[in-house]
T-cell receptor, first 115, second 111 residues
Framework: DAGVIQSPRHEVTEMGQEVTLRCKPISGHNSLFWYRQTMMRGLELLIYFNNNVPIDDSGMPEDRFSAKMPNASFSTLKIQPSEPRDSAVYFC?????????????FGEGSRLTVL | QKEVEQNSGPLSVPEGAIASLNCTYSDRGSQSFFWYRQYSGKSPELIMFIYSNGDKEDGRFTAQLNKASQYVSLLIRDSQPSDSATYLCAVNGAGGFKTIFGAGTRLFVKA
């Protein structure tokens, strides 16, 4: 089975531009998580969905950030307008609720640089 | 206070030694606890999970959980240079859905 698929792998943009990151979770997984990782703050939970419904978005830093999950196989994280402090690696992860291990499966990440 | 705290390191141990990594968490209702390993430039991958107080062993890895002290640890026996990575402690809160990570401890194993 394919793992979690994220795109783009790398994005370089200028301040003020809109950025859209995409994620396809593992088929059959019903929970999806967006994390942001920086050296200073580590791996921060931004938002997570269960059965396509946003459960907790308290980690979303500002109104500039928004996330959607229109169906079980696709999610987006959008930043508009982007700022240099948004530069980070953004990870999407998925999990099948109720599994014994509770393991999160991560995508390879989207490295965002905002100039 | 951060929800999950780890010493950022770096922790340096010689090859063959025992590496000890520690983590504390703030939510007493937390139900499950994980250790992920992250190599530089890669994504995190699960190496151990533990739900009950006590020790859990898997090969060279032992996870230890003390809920009364809100403390989780990971021991790596016979450390190898290939163990050099960042180790992330993660905790599922009382609802069981939300997984919060610590900032990670960087481990270097010297050959």
């Amino acid at each position: 089975d394919a793992g979690v698929i994220q795109s783009p792998r790398h994005e370089v943009t200028e301040m003020g531009q809109e950025v859209t990151l995409r994620c396809k979770p593992i088929s059959g997984h019903n929970s999806l998580f967006w994390y942001r990782q920086t050296m200073m703050r580590g791996l921060e939970l931004l938002i997570y969905f269960n059965n396509n419904v946003p459960i907790d978005d308290s980690g979303m830093p500002e109104d500039r950030f928004s996330a959607k999950m229109p169906n079980a196989s696709f999610s987006t994280l959008k930043i508009q307008p982007s700022e240099p402090r948004d530069s980070a690696v953004y990870f999407c992860a998925s999990r099948k609720t109720g599994t014994y291990t509770g393991e999160l499966f991560f995508g390879e990440g989207s490295r965002l640089t905002v100039l | 206070q951060k929800e999950v705290e780890q010493n950022s390191g770096p922790l340096s141990v010689p090859e063959g030694a025992i590496a000890s990594l520690n983590c504390t968490y703030s939510d007493r209702g937390s139900q499950s606890f994980f250790w992920y390993r992250q190599y530089s430039g890669k994504s995190p991958e699960l190496i151990m999970f533990i739900y009950s107080n006590g020790d859990k062993e898997d090969g060279r890895f032992t996870a230890q959980l003390n809920k009364a002290s809100q403390y989780v640890s990971l021991l790596i026996r016979d450390s190898q240079p290939s163990d050099s990575a960042t180790y992330l402690c993660a905790v599922n809160g009382a609802g069981g859905f939300k997984t919060i990570f610590g900032a990670g401890t960087r481990l270097f194993v010297k050959a």
